[in-house]
């Protein structure tokens, strides 16, 4: 059983740097197998993680709020200016250079608009979340896409390319995000597709220092909790401390997003008290905008032929559950 749904327009050779930092399914990467935040869903036959976005979701609306509407209004009063050139400009004969260098202006912030709107639409308008599901009884990673025919990619576990997706720094926190990524190959071994799996974690410094360490101990570790579920089985595995939600509230957003920072206001340290103190108006902010985009947003279904190859799944695992 196979389902379509890439998003790459042609076909591309596994890299290098892919191919350096594989994921063996045969051998562990961590010594501790660890769900930290990313499970949905648990059963005898199937895990069901998070995807790399799904912590991201309100920074597309952000992005439409404080620049899209912006840009809007910029390119408005460019065009405006440009259809009413004052009578000094006119005077001068420079109404040609005034209707370039505003028509550049105005196309230079409907761009930017534009780029807004299409972040916006990754966050709104469109899944609540998009799961990933392990599924032990027929050996398959199946990543969700979109409700309908199509609308699920699935890829066998034995022969499935995953890999440390590391990304450089950039921003104005100038901070480097990894993920586990999983690239979709053809018949030609050329990645067709791909999609992340888990939560992505960001390093302020190198991998070599100590945050950086801690920061890719979790990411290996969620892994290799998928990972022995798929080769060893759940009773190999310590049970789901704590599940992610799926009911859409304001108060699960709330608890999602200061996950990290109540760490910080139970370590007892004055300065990280003070430092969560002052990171959580922001926090606070965007737990706000994931909401709000959660909101606008529908349920993903699984297919019946997805359920089926799932079943038998009709007790949760005890020593998966709380």
Excluded at 23 to 43: I, M, N, P, Y
Excluded at 119 to 124: E, G, I, N, T
């Amino acid at each position: 059983m196979s389902f379509g749904g890439g998003w790459l327009r042609r076909s591309k050779p596994v890299t290098q740097t892919e191919e350096s930092a594989r994921l063996q399914q045969e051998k562990k990467c961590s010594e501790t197998a660890r769900s930290s935040g990313t499970v949905f869903d648990a059963t005898d036959s199937f895990l069901e993680v998070c995807d790399g976005l799904y912590r991201e979701k309100g920074w597309g609306l952000l992005a439409f709020l404080m620049a899209g509407i912006g840009s809007l209004i910029m390119t408005v009063a460019f065009i405006w200016m440009a259809t009413h050139v004052p009578d000094a400009v006119r005077n001068n004969g420079q109404v040609t250079l005034a209707h370039w260098v505003l028509g550049l202006l105005a196309f230079g912030a409907f761009g930017v608009c534009m780029l807004s709107v299409r972040s916006l639409l990754v966050d709104c308008f469109n899944y609540t979340r998009k799961p990933i599901r392990f599924n032990r009884i027929d050996r398959t990673i199946y990543a969700f896409r979109h409700n309908g025919p199509g609308g699920v990619i699935s890829v066998p576990w034995d022969s499935a390319f995953l890999y440390v997706e590391r990304k450089p720094k950039s921003g104005l926190m100038a901070t480097a995000p990894r993920v586990v990524r999983c690239l979709v190959l053809d018949e030609n071994g050329r990645v067709t597709d791909s999609f992340s799996i888990g939560k992505r974690v960001v390093l302020a410094s190198s991998e070599e220092g100590e945050l950086g360490k801690q920061a890719m101990n979790e990411l290996y570790e969620d892994f290799e909790y998928y990972r022995r579920f798929m080769q060893e089985g759940p009773a190999s595995l310590p049970r789901i401390e704590k599940y992610l939600p799926t009911e859409i509230s304001f108060w699960n957003c709330l608890k999602l997003q200061f996950e990290d920072e109540s760490a910080l206001f139970k370590s007892g340290n004055l300065f990280l008290w003070m430092m969560a103190l002052i990171g959580a108006i922001p926090v606070l902010i965007f737990s706000v905008a994931n909401y709000l985009a959660q909101l606008t947003c529908r349920e993903p279904v699984w297919p019946e032929e997805v359920e089926r190859a799932c079943a038998p799944a009709a007790r949760p695992v005890e020593g998966l559950t709380t």
